[in-house]
């Protein structure tokens, strides 16, 4: 556990040997941990940091998964929706050319961000950040890449978009004859490898390889 730079005072530790809690702001010396380790706030207990074995495989594998995964589940259709004899296939593109259509236009932008284009660009941000390190070349791209994929990541709403299709699932049923297509499978899986992938690229340890940290690389 992280001891507290208070009890040594802040002027006589170096700023790159302290790390401050998410949480509670508490800060503290930076440990020095094994694989497997995982360092957690001593005021709060919140996870600071935990140090894998290997960042890097796993993490292309992942990001390459997530990108075949992506186009199926933007361009399949999700749910066949037979009303009245009216056939429709909807896909997540054709939601946001209604709404355009519809006269909504600021919405079906709004739509097309958050569920399109911007876990698009965070998928090719970690992309490229995990070459980077895996290549030890670019490294200050990498560092903006890797930033820039962190204030993207509150406008990727990957979730919201999919409990919205599953309401709507669940409100559609009783109107119309209803199938689901495998849209909807695609964006669940590419859903579940996102978060899988937040788990594998541990922040500690990609911002340690960026910063030619080589002990973190793998």
């Not at 994929?149 to 004859?177: P, T």
Request: with cysteine; aromatic share 6%.
């Amino acid at each position: 556990m992280p001891e507290s730079a208070a009890t040594l005072g802040l002027d006589e530790v170096p700023l790159e040997q302290l790390v401050a809690c998410p949480e509670c702001d508490l800060l503290m010396l930076k440990p020095n941990l094994n694989l497997g380790e995982v360092a957690e706030c001593p005021r709060c207990g919140c996870e600071l940091f935990r140090l894998r074995h290997r960042i890097v495989g796993p993490g292309l594998a992942l990001v390459l998964a997530a990108l075949l995964l992506y186009f199926p589940a933007n361009f399949l259709p999700i749910m066949r929706l037979n009303l009245l004899g009216r056939v429709t296939d909807d896909t997540v593109w054709s939601g946001v050319l209604s709404l355009y259509n519809s006269g909504m236009q600021g919405i079906a932008v709004v739509v097309f961000l958050c569920s399109m284009a911007v876990p698009l660009l965070k998928l090719l941000c970690q992309l490229a950040v995990l070459l980077c390190i895996a290549v030890d070349r670019a490294k200050p791209l990498g560092m903006l890449l890797y930033r820039t994929y962190h204030h993207l990541r509150e406008w990727g709403m990957l979730e919201v978009y999919l409990l919205g299709i599953l309401v709507s699932i669940i409100k559609l049923r009783d109107m119309a004859e209803l199938s689901l297509g495998i849209g909807l499978a695609c964006f669940a899986g590419l859903l579940v490898v996102q978060v899988w992938l937040e788990l594998v690229m541990s922040p500690h340890q990609v911002w340690q390889a960026l910063s030619e940290r080589r002990d973190a690389r793998r």
